[in-house]
């Protein structure tokens, strides 16, 4: 279990999380949703540490994650960010092999073991065919697949997501989403990733975290906490929920916003 226990957290005299305590139970399937500037991608970095946390706010397993070693942290939390760049020319196949480098010693090289997990997330994905392109050579979209099979190649059972679909035309981003939630169900992999499209959390995403202010709004089902009222709410917009063939679905009335109680 990932916990979060009275978490505050501010960029110099901004201030963008105040209090934040949440449970993350193992296998779950959270959305991250809120405004910009709410402190969503602030919260995932926490999560994983790399904002250098106070002590004593977030605890894996029951384990404070500022005592744990890099290493040992990159055994049980993948991170994916929402603007992944790398300062040298990889190929796609050896950017997806970096996420076996927690489990190799300096002196080890990767195994066929590592080759064989590298091709089955790159299939998985549907990038093997760019293993041999580099960055440059790629799409913005096929990147981000690219770093979510590096992700998944970590073998962790969390895994954060920061807007992968931002990238992705909407063929990808629902196969992603296929991909994420078969995963989700079939190896109980906890997973939180920060998305905006409303009706996409609703269909994939079982929980919900929403944030508004530097709090949280709502954490629980995605389907009791994307009501009309917390939409408008949060996002300054008039919304109309709509139940078809037993799936929620979230209609936009009108583009005239609502001013949001924002600090």
Known sequence: ???MNNLSY???AKQVLSNISLDIADGSFYAVMGANGCGKTTLLRCMDNLLGIPYDTVFLDGVDIRRMKSRQRATKIAY????PTTDVDFSAFEIVLMGRNPYQTHLQNESQHDWDIVEQCMRQTNTWHLRCSTLQQMSGGEVQRV?????LAQQTPILLLDEPLASLDISHQLEILGILSAINREQGKTIVLIIHDLNM???HCPKLILLENQHIAYCG???Q???EENIRRVFGINPSIREIDGQQYVLIND??????RDL
């Open 80 to 83: 994916v960010a929402q603007r």
């Open 225 to 227: 906490g994307l009501t």
């Open 221 to 223: 089902d995605t389907r």
């Open 10 to 12: 501010a960029f110099g």
């Open 201 to 203: 959390a609703l269909q």
């Open 255 to 260: 583009t005239k916003q609502i001013p949001r």
């Open 147 to 151: 770093m979510i099979a590096r992700a």
């Open 1 to 3: 279990m990932l916990k």
